[in-house]
């Protein structure tokens, strides 16, 4: 079954910047609202960032507005989270997910996505 595929993870010093990147060859993004959470080590998985289906409108978690960006490319069927000011916390696997179509609301939960990658990581250090 087609599930999202991340990618642009790796090793960065503080400070640093990546962008991360999310397709899908089995589903049509644009139908769903898209999100990104993240899994430090040893903690549970939290919301990061997602953006609507309906009119690309954009949540953040409250700790992290101003250092990540999310975006998406429908021609591209891609979404992306860039991250700016990269910060040892920041250290984590990071997940895009997927709603089911048409989903409304801000999938800041586990449970609000069933569509999920396999993550890539990010590891800030240096």
């Known amino acids: 079954q087609a599930q999202p595929v991340e990618s642009g993870g790796g090793s960065v010093q503080p400070g640093g910047s990546l962008r991360l990147s999310c397709v899908d060859s089995?589903?049509?993004?644009?139908?769903?609202?898209m999100g990104w959470f993240r899994q430090p080590p040893e903690k549970e998985r939290e919301f990061v960032a997602a953006i609507s289906w309906i009119d690309d409108t954009i949540y953040y978690a409250d700790s992290l507005k101003g250092r990540f960006t999310i975006s998406r490319d429908n021609a591209k069927n891609a979404v992306y989270l860039r991250m700016d000011s990269l910060k040892p916390e920041d250290t984590a696997v990071y997940y895009c997910a997927a709603t089911v179509p048409f989903a409304r609301g801000q999938p800041s939960r586990v449970r609000d996505c069933p569509y999920w990658g396999q993550g890539t990581q990010v590891t800030v250090s240096s």
């Open positions: 089995g589903r049509t993004l644009s139908e769903h609202t």
